[in-house]
């Protein structure tokens, strides 16, 4: 073991609903995904703090009209939720809901690099979490009131005469009941792990309940409230994993605001087989962390990009590296893409992407190709080639949430402007407005002065939940100058963390049209800065 300093949050991005398991000396951990496409990844770390990408579980999953973003369909806030991650007998298994198709999802593989085999389980267990018992399998989840079913052997339906009970319930709290749970047998006991709020206050809080039987009595409470002097804001909701030596972590999550869901690492102990979560159900600034047998070194999990494919990999590495669709793996579409309007050139180090359907707004936009942010603050900038484009269309770099903010290049009767437009909230609650005009405000427009390409800039502040975002273009007087300046343009967006997305605010590379079909932009030199601002 090996002593840190403030190694909380971990992977400062976005990664909610984390579970986590170990196999050997290799902790994996899978968290909710959504509406974004491939889904369901998957990371991997050797000491609990530093992770990188190791797989996605799915390409794309039922590829309805609205997981596509047809017409005016869509699934934000929506899609993949609190997978359960186990392994047993040499097997992974993924198992989660997903809330457009009411459905929950089985992936199976025997390599957590996949390939992964798609399965169903019939009905619909909201976060949902696998217990392997022996010869028994066993599914527990639910909200306010959580049941424990058992599967029958081929894990496709509840097994006909088998267990079906209320194990817990909350029934009756007046905000955030029992959820997001997690089941395990440790020493002949069997624990659910919950999420809740407190009934006085919105906190976020973690609850666990013990019984010495599947079917007998399941009695606990809260095991942890606390906001680690961070604005109130709770830490609750993940898995429990042992080390190699014998001992535990909860790897839990909490929020950021519009920046998103961080997993957070705590220590357990374990007094009279009851869990102890810190000190005091508090956490500790300072605590050991597991100490791996020889140094790694860790793929970050946010990058720039080039655009140009990495020589000299193993297919592994490769497959690891370019997971999505043949693209870095940090990159996730905002839904199923339309590969078709994609187009990647890596011997000049642009990607291409199309105009497919007329949209209203950038939320209606297929193929935004997005990263997550960094906590407390973090910038990005990409070079956009609008030389194609079509009048009404827009092309650039935007922040990503229900109330977006975009700096973009936008083709018009008298030609290209660089224009900033954004989304405002009208309320501070994590309840969306959703009368609002989905286009948005435009904020400033500025005629760009030579030739077809800018190169354009946000940066945010996350910091003790300021969520803003600014937006810049580079001011030269040629379009190779390196003697321009950053020049900002149109307001500052705020930002909000809210259910109509559901998830933290994220980079994104766009182009969509709102008159005819048939332009599409280039983007190259994608410039990602990790350092606070």
Known sequence: MSMETEVNPITRLDYPDPDVIRVGDIYYMVSTTMHFMPGGEILRSYDLVHWEH?????????????????????IYGKGMWAASLRYHKGTFYICFVANDTGKTYLYTSESIDGTWEKHQIEGFYHDCSL??????????????????TQLNAELT???AGGLHRLAVSDAGHPGLGYEGTHFYKINGKYYLFFIHSLRDRWMRTEACFVSDSV??????????VDDRGYCGQGVAQGGIVDTPDGRWYAVLFQDHGAVGRIPVLVPVTWEAGYP???????????FEIPCPKQEHTYVPLVQSDDFRDMQGLSEEKKRRRYGCYGLKSVWQFNHEPDLRLVEQDPERGVLWIGTGKICRSLL?????????????????????????LKVGDYAGLCALQGCYGMAAVTRRDDGFYIVMRGRASGNDSMQAKTKEPLEGTEWEAVRLGQGCTARLRIEADFAQMKDEARFFYYNSDSDNSDSGTWQ??????????????????????????????????????????????
């Open 131 to 148: 217990l392997f018992d022996g010869d028994d399998v066993y599914i527990a989840y639910g909200n306010k009131d959580i049941y424990i």
């Open 215 to 224: 079917d007998g009595e399941f009695s606990g409470g809260d095991v942890l």
């Open 276 to 286: 102890v979560f810190g000190t005091d159900r508090r956490i500790p600034q300072q």
């Open 364 to 388: 209606q936009a297929p193929n935004i190709l997005t990263q997550r942010m960094l906590f407390p603050g973090c910038a990005a900038e990409v070079t956009v080639d609008a030389g194609t």
């Open 54 to 74: 190791a797989a996605f579980v799915y390409d794309r999953l039922d590829s309805t009209p609205a997981q596509r973003l047809e017409g005016t369909e869509n």
């Open 488 to 533: 900002q343009i149109g307001t500052v967006q705020k930002l909000y963390f809210k259910l109509d997305h559901f998830a933290g605010c994220r980079f994104g590379l766009f182009a969509y049209a709102t008159a005819r079909t048939g332009g599409r932009a280039g983007f190259s030199g994608f410039k990602y800065d990790h350092k606070a601002l």
């Open 157 to 159: 339906a509840p097994l």
